[in-house]
């Protein structure tokens, strides 16, 4: 087994071929929620080349679930091989609508259920965090019978204590002390509780200065990031000894016994059929050495392409989600406006309407009623013209038969009975008009 540590919580580990990552967190993605996240660690690219066959996340914590880190570790994969996303129900929720993490195998892994692949067992583990559906990991190497306990963030706990194997190997615990994790003195009271073998403190140094050789334990192994962590290099000679009465070592040419990355020499074959993440080691044999650089030459052409590409399909999804924005924007503004002033033109138009039929119709009753006024004023003259004709032409009538009577009265004359019809006629118009009519000086 070989073992990486990534820094915060993150941990690779290489069981003969068969690569498990632990909440890798390889971007600086948190420094957008502020200064105080912006990442001290140096990131290290070639880990996006890692191609590992499991994938486990503890919990929904950025720093621990990162969609950059994952995509872009989905990415490296290729088409012939997938990978397997073993995540708490929080992430998993979320993590199986994203679409650049489609091409992956998500397994939902609640406390207590278990995945094995190979000699490889892992199985979830209570952790107690504001996540409740967090958890930590076992994982059983069958191969050598070796449980790793990675605690992910939790706080201590005395079920979650309760809950773990009496016989792990190694322990990674967070000492952080900062969003539901154990500080410095709790994880090392946590790792007296569980009593592993080996005790490495993690989820330090990405955002914070703690000085992780505060946790003094005398098992403790402090990790450095990136660097390999090979706990046969901490073995006492009583472990060896014990070692070797209890396992049946292989027996390993001297091929095999090769100098590791730290320059010093292993018994066991760690070293065979691993990515080596670091060449700064000054003994390495050339072919080695020749095949790291190939290595990492083509990584480095892979990541700059794959940067190059990124960076051009961002571009353009950028622009062309401007453009969209822009007409739909353009496009909305115009309608709206169109509407506005459409509404506005029609109600305008109407109002205008309305005041010309009313003005239309009061002219039309002025002009109307000023014609039957005249009209009726004009009716009027004619008939008091009438009248005063009428009564001109009845008072001299009227005075001429006046002076008739009164000649004959005088005179005594007889009316002949023309002169009396007339004189009649006329009597029965003055009664007609209401004034007194006298029909006596009318002879029968």
């Known amino acids: 087994?070989?073992?990486?540590?990534?820094?915060?919580?993150?941990?690779?580990?290489?069981?003969?071929?068969?690569?498990?990552?632990?909440?890798?967190?390889?971007?600086?993605?948190?420094?957008?929620?502020?200064?105080?996240?912006?990442?001290?660690t140096k990131i290290n690219k070639k880990l996006f080349g890692a191609k590992p066959d499991i994938i486990i996340l503890t919990t929904g914590h950025l720093d621990h679930t990162d969609d950059g880190s994952i995509e872009r570790l989905l990415k490296h994969m290729g088409r012939k091989k997938r990978a397997t996303i073993l995540s708490c129900e929080s992430v998993y929720d979320y993590i199986t609508t994203v679409p650049k993490m489609s091409g992956a195998n998500h397994i939902m892994l609640e406390k207590y259920s278990e995945w094995t692949v190979g000699n490889i067992n892992i199985r979830a583990v209570p952790a107690k965090t504001d996540d409740k559906t967090a958890f930590g990991v076992v994982i059983t190497d069958f191969a050598s019978n070796k449980k790793y306990y990675v605690a992910g963030d939790t706080l201590y706990n005395t079920r979650v204590i309760e809950s773990l194997p009496?016989?792990?190997?190694?322990?990674f615990l967070p000492i952080n002390g900062e969003y539901g994790s154990m500080n410095v003195l709790d994880a090392k009271r946590f790792a007296m509780a569980i009593k592993p073998h080996f005790c490495v403190p993690v989820h330090f140094g990405m955002f914070d200065k703690i000085n992780p050789n505060t946790f003094d334990l005398p098992n403790a192994i402090i990790p450095k990031a990136y660097k390999v962590i090979n706990f046969d290099d901490y073995e006492t000679p009583e472990d060896e000894e014990l070692k070797k009465d209890s396992d049946d070592a292989e027996v390993f040419s001297t091929e095999d016994n090769k100098i590791d990355d730290c320059g010093d020499k292993t018994d066991a074959p760690d070293d065979a059929g691993v990515i080596?993440?670091?060449?700064?080691?000054?003994?390495?044999?050339?072919?080695?050495?020749?095949?790291?650089?190939?290595?990492?030459?083509?990584?480095?052409?892979?990541?700059?392409?794959?940067?190059?590409?990124?960076?051009?399909?961002?571009?353009?999804?950028?622009?062309?989600?401007?453009?969209?924005?822009?007409?739909?924007?353009?496009?909305?503004?115009?309608?709206?406006?169109?509407?506005?002033?459409?509404?506005?033109?029609?109600?305008?138009?109407?109002?205008?309407?309305?005041?010309?039929?009313?003005?239309?119709?009061?002219?039309?009753?002025?002009?109307?009623?000023?014609?039957?006024?005249?009209?009726?004023?004009?009716?009027?003259?004619?008939?008091?013209?009438a009248d005063d004709f009428d009564n001109a032409d009845s008072s001299k009538d009227y005075g001429v038969a006046d002076e008739i009577i009164d000649e004959d009265e005088s005179g005594r004359e007889k009316l002949n009975d023309e002169d009396k019809i007339d004189a009649y006629i006329r009597e029965i118009e003055k009664f007609e008009r209401g004034e007194t009519a006298d029909f006596s000086k009318i002879d029968d």
């Open 166 to 171: 009496k016989d792990i190997y190694a322990a």
């Open 1 to 40: 087994m070989k073992l990486l540590w990534l820094g915060q919580s993150g941990l690779l580990f290489d069981f003969d071929g068969l690569k498990v990552m632990i909440d890798p967190y390889l971007t600086d993605s948190l420094a957008e929620q502020g200064k105080e996240f912006t990442r001290k």
């Open 276 to 385: 080596v993440f670091d060449f700064d080691c000054s003994e390495f044999d050339s072919k080695i050495v020749d095949e790291a650089v190939d290595e990492t030459a083509d990584e480095t052409v892979d990541e700059v392409v794959d940067e190059t590409a990124d960076e051009a399909v961002d571009k353009a999804v950028d622009e062309a989600v401007d453009k969209a924005v822009d007409e739909a924007v353009d496009k909305a503004v115009d309608e709206a406006v169109d509407k506005v002033v459409d509404e506005a033109v029609d109600e305008a138009t109407d109002e205008v309407i309305n005041e010309i039929d009313g003005e239309v119709d009061k002219l039309a009753d002025e002009e109307v009623s000023e014609i039957v006024s005249e009209a009726i004023n004009e009716d009027f003259n004619e008939i008091d013209e």
